[in-house]
Structures are given as structure tokens and as C-alpha cells.
T-cell receptor, first 114, second 112 residues
Framework: DGGITQSPKYLFRKEGQNVTLSCEQNLNHDAMYWYRQDPGQGLRLIYYSQIVNDFQKGDIAEGYSVSREKKESFPLTVTSAQKNPTAFYLC?????????????FGPGTRLLVL | GENVEQHPSTLSVQEGDSAVIKCTYSDSASNYFPWYKQELGKGPQLIIDIRSNVGEKKDQRIAVTLNKTAKHFSLHITETQPEDSAVYFCAASIGAGTALIFGKGTTLSVSS
């Protein structure tokens, strides 16, 4: 898990509620990513950011929002528009310098709907 | 866009046997292929990766082979041990900061 922390480990969401998942890294990595993992589905990209104050949608961005105000932080908000939010959410980061491609993952947050 | 297929979805072996997991990709521009190991309830950990200018890479009991012509790459684990039991994911990207596209994973079970 290196220097990537995700909190909380478990999160419960009530109907119609927005919830925010935290991702912090102290690796001085430029790029950060959010993935959603469902059983048997692999990892699917929600959003990613390669620089502060800039981010791009991934394959399944609907119902989610992000911000990148600081290099070390990339919080993900699961909005009420996301009708099936139950999943395991993984944050990752990657250094850009030197053309490095390796992504390093955090320990994940499991989101459950009450 | 890129699509990555991974097989098999489950694999059971006896301790000491070899295990092979195969992935195919669709975008011939893909040039980076990592493999991740994920234990239950944890985030994926990189175990080995290969770039398109290399055909094979080894790290102790783990090796990855790449066939660019056929657009497939494989993970080989020799002398498997119970602690190798986990879910393994392959991925591909076209590099230059693009996102990784993951296969759906292989659950490897090593019985002693």
C-alpha cells in the first residue's frame, strides 16, 4: 500500500445521500486515479488527474465527482445520482517524471448502501 | 478503445505446480503490461510488468511473456506456494500517462 491512504475502510450510505471517500498520498506522485471494483468485473476507471486543478472522466464517471486542489489529495464524492454505489473503491497514484507507468494502489474503501 | 481479456477466471493448482494466466489485448498501440496481485480486502500490488520492447521478464518464481504479434501476454508462476493464493489482474496501456485497462481477474488457489 506504500504511502497511499484511503479512509474510511468501510462507509455506509443512506438513500439520497452524497458521501466522500478520501485518498491521500505522500509519494509526491503527480497522477492520481479512482477505480471501482465489482465482483468479477475487474477494475474500472472513474476519474483521473495528472495535475493539480485538472481531472478527466474515466469509463464510468456518471454519478461521481472529484476535486484535485492539492497534489497529495484526490477525494471522490459518490452522489445520489449513482444508483448502484455498492462496490470496493480503489485509489492509485503514479509518478509522471521519467515516463514511469507503474500505478500504486491504496488499501481501498468498501461502500455499502443502507 | 482498448479491451483486455483474461483467462482463466479461476485456477486451482497443487503446491509446487506451475500456474499460467493469459491475457489478450486489442489495441496494437499498447506498450505497457503490468500484473497485479490482490489479496482479500486489500488493494492490488504490482508483482511484475513488461514493456513492448521486451519479450520476457523474470523475477524469481514469476515471469511474464509478451507476444506482440498475437497481442497476448502471460504470467507464469513456478513452484507455487499457498501464499500465492490471490486474485491476479493483468492490465494494458498505450503509455504516455494513459489509464490502465484491466482484465477481469483470475482467482488462483494453491492447495497444500
Amino acid at each position: 500500500d506504500g504511502g497511499i491512504t484511503q479512509s474510511p475502510k468501510y462507509l455506509f450510505r443512506k438513500e439520497g445521500q452524497n458521501v466522500t471517500l478520501s485518498c491521500e498520498q505522500n509519494l509526491n506522485h503527480d497522477a492520481m486515479y479512482w477505480y471501482r471494483q465489482d465482483p468479477g468485473q475487474g477494475l474500472r476507471l472513474i476519474y483521473y488527474s495528472q495535475i493539480v486543478n485538472d481531472f478527466q472522466k474515466g469509463d464510468i464517471a456518471e454519478g461521481y465527482s472529484v476535486s484535485r486542489e492539492k497534489k497529495e489529495s484526490f477525494p471522490l464524492t459518490v452522489t445520489s445520482a449513482q444508483k448502484n454505489p455498492t462496490a470496493f473503491y480503489l485509489c492509485a497514484s503514479r509518478p509522471i517524471a521519467g515516463g514511469q507507468e507503474t500505478q500504486y494502489f491504496g488499501p481501498g474503501t468498501r461502500l455499502l448502501v443502507l | 478503445g482498448e479491451n483486455v481479456e483474461q483467462h482463466p477466471s479461476t485456477l486451482s493448482v497443487q503446491e509446487g505446480d506451475s500456474a499460467v494466466i493469459k491475457c489478450t489485448y486489442s489495441d496494437s498501440a499498447s506498450n505497457y503490461f503490468p500484473w497485479y496481485k490482490q489479496e482479500l480486502g486489500k488493494g492490488p500490488q504490482l508483482i511484475i510488468d513488461i514493456r513492448s520492447n521486451v519479450g520476457e521478464k523474470k523475477d524469481q518464481r514469476i515471469a511474464v511473456t509478451l507476444n506482440k504479434t498475437a497481442k497476448h501476454f502471460s504470467l507464469h508462476i513456478t513452484e507455487t506456494q499457498p501464499e500465492d493464493s490471490a486474485v491476479y489482474f493483468c492490465a494494458a496501456s498505450i503509455g504516455a500517462g494513459t489509464a490502465l485497462i484491466f482484465g477481469k481477474g483470475t482467482t488462483l488457489s494453491v492447495s497444500s
